[in-house]
């Protein structure tokens, strides 16, 4: 949900593994990968090289991204010994044997939703260069899109421990925080039709997309709790999510499902690349809302929690909501469920992400499976209805 798509220094694990302890993410061969590629290409390009693979230091839990040059020769032959060259980043399905996040990885899903975006919006997504979804080419389903270029606000250490941005002026702050949340009110607003996005919609029992989503996320948390060890403060959110079911959904748009600023790269404070298409649905819109807001308080509290001031000023709640209304003529409502909910689909990937540093031998099992949710207290006391009071 989580490696960088593109230019290098976002983590595609989204909100799953957001200042947590990674545990290795691949076994794969590089050298071996690397010739498989260069063979493949040779299929789609003429006289392909690959420069060596690089796998990023912030490279995610959930697909794996590798980064590399490609040239190739003039694709029309209409320049004698002319080649061209394009810095690229390829995503692969995750190594069976790193014990993956999610249970499903539908790497077509993403090529398309991300072609979609860069067609129909202003919304700055690499482009697409080829998908391949036969796993005998190099091993595994890939895609490979352009490289960008960018910063990222970092999630390890999280950038609200001192980074470019934390220690950036409240202006440039504001502006960043403004841009971001315009990126979630273009991409709302994309010109698409039902059929256009039906390939978006999720295959749940229930009557409207927020509906289909939620039974989504109670599937995964099934197969993470497969193993026993159920979470009775999950649970109680669900409970709490049906017992305060917005009244009205509105219209369900193309949700990027991992809305937060580590999926984003930016120049000057605007954003230059919008990455992980990995969590993309139907759905409300306030999902991402809910989820931009919600995911920055998660790493601002454990900023808190160290003694760090932190960023309190920043994408705070009312602000977003805010700037959304301002940018796409849309009023956000029912926020309490909606951050509620980021709250919830984040402490299910965290539960996750617990057991494998237990299978890895970097945590034992606690007695209390509670205690794998990295963000309990948070999440107790929203329940409580105590934790936006703080703010």
Same mark, same amino acid.
Request: glycine share 6%; net charge negative.
């Given at each position: 949900?989580?490696?960088?798509?593109?230019?290098?220094?976002?983590?595609?694990?989204?909100?799953?593994?957001?200042?947590?302890?990674?545990?290795?993410?691949?076994?794969?061969?590089?050298?071996?990968?690397?010739?498989?590629?260069?063979?493949?290409?040779?299929?789609?390009?003429?006289?392909?090289?690959?420069?060596?693979?690089?796998? @990023?230091?912030?490279?995610?839990?959930?697909?794996?991204?590798?980064?590399?040059?490609?040239?190739?020769?003039?694709?029309?032959? +209409?320049?004698?010994?002319?080649?061209?060259?394009?810095?690229?980043?390829?995503?692969?399905?995750?190594?069976?044997?790193?014990? @993956?996040?999610?249970?499903?990885?539908?790497?077509?899903?993403?090529?398309?939703?991300?072609?979609?975006?860069?067609?129909?919006?202003?919304?700055?997504?690499?482009?697409?260069?080829?998908?391949?979804?036969?796993?005998?080419?190099?091993? +595994?389903?890939?895609?490979?899109?352009?490289?960008?270029?960018?910063?990222?606000?970092?999630?390890?250490?999280?950038?609200?421990?001192?980074?470019?941005? +934390?220690?950036?002026?409240?202006?440039?702050?504001?502006?960043?925080?403004?841009?971001?949340?315009?990126?979630?009110?273009?991409?709302?607003?994309?010109?698409?039709?039902?059929?256009?996005?039906?390939?978006?919609?999720?295959?749940?029992?229930?009557?409207?997309?927020?509906?289909?989503?939620?039974?989504?996320?109670? +599937?995964?948390?099934?197969?993470?709790?497969?193993?026993?060890?159920?979470?009775?403060?999950?649970?109680?959110?669900?409970?709490?999510?049906?017992?305060?079911?917005?009244?009205?959904?509105?219209?369900?748009?193309?949700?990027?499902?991992?809305?937060?600023?580590?999926?984003?790269?930016?120049?000057?404070?605007?954003?230059?690349?919008?990455?992980?298409?990995?969590?993309?649905?139907?759905?409300?819109?306030?999902?991402?809302?809910?989820?931009?807001?919600?995911?920055?308080?998660?790493?601002?509290?454990?900023?808190?929690?160290?003694?760090? @001031?932190?960023?309190?000023?920043?994408?705070?709640?009312?602000?977003?909501?805010?700037?959304?209304?301002?940018?796409?003529?849309?009023?956000?409502?029912?926020?309490?469920?909606?951050?509620?909910?980021?709250?919830?689909?984040?402490?299910?990937?965290?539960?996750?992400?617990?057991?494998?540093?237990?299978?890895?031998?970097?945590?034992?099992?606690?007695?209390? @499976?509670?205690?794998?949710?990295?963000?309990?207290?948070?999440?107790?006391?929203?329940?409580?209805?105590?934790?936006?009071?703080?703010?």
């Amino acid at each position: 949900m989580t490696g960088p798509e593109a230019g290098g220094t976002t983590a595609a694990e989204g909100a799953a593994a957001d200042a947590a302890p990674r545990p290795r993410t691949s076994t794969r061969d590089r050298d071996e990968l690397r010739r498989r590629l260069v063979r493949w290409l040779a299929t789609q390009v003429r006289d392909p090289e690959v420069s060596e693979l690089v796998v @990023p230091e912030s490279n995610g839990m959930s697909s794996e991204t590798l980064l590399f040059e490609c040239t190739w020769g003039d694709p029309d032959g +209409s320049s004698a010994g002319a080649r061209v060259t394009q810095a690229c980043a390829a995503r692969l399905i995750p190594d069976p044997e790193a014990v @993956p996040v999610f249970p499903v990885y539908d790497l077509e899903r993403q090529f398309r939703v991300l072609r979609l975006v860069g067609e129909r919006t202003q919304v700055p997504v690499p482009r697409t260069l080829w998908l391949e979804l036969d796993p005998e080419a190099i091993g +595994s389903p890939f895609f490979v899109m352009e490289r960008v270029d960018g910063v990222v606000p970092p999630d390890i250490m999280p950038y609200p421990f001192g980074s470019w941005l +934390s220690e950036a002026s409240r202006a440039d702050q504001d502006r960043l925080q403004d841009a971001s949340v315009r990126v979630l009110a273009e991409l709302h607003g994309a010109d698409v039709s039902e059929q256009d996005i039906a390939f978006l919609e999720l295959e749940r029992p229930g009557d409207t997309a927020l509906r289909r989503h939620l039974a989504e996320q109670r +599937s995964y948390y099934e197969w993470v709790v497969s193993d026993g060890a159920r979470s009775p403060l999950i649970e109680r959110t669900f409970d709490w999510l049906e017992d305060h079911w917005p009244t009205s959904e509105g219209a369900p748009v193309i949700s990027w499902g991992d809305a937060r600023i580590g999926n984003m790269m930016f120049r000057d404070f605007e954003p230059v690349a919008v990455l992980d298409w990995e969590m993309a649905a139907v759905g409300p819109r306030e999902i991402d809302i809910g989820w931009m807001v919600y995911l920055h308080r998660f790493l601002d509290d454990i900023a808190i929690q160290a003694g760090l @001031p932190g960023m309190p000023d920043f994408m705070r709640l009312d602000d977003v909501a805010e700037a959304y209304a301002r940018h796409a003529g849309h009023t956000p409502g029912d926020l309490d469920f909606f951050t509620m909910y980021a709250a919830l689909r984040h402490a299910i990937v965290m539960s996750r992400v617990a057991r494998r540093q237990v299978l890895f031998g970097e945590i034992a099992m606690p007695d209390d @499976p509670d205690d794998m949710i990295m963000h309990r207290p948070t999440l107790e006391q929203m329940l409580a209805g105590t934790y936006w009071d703080k703010l």
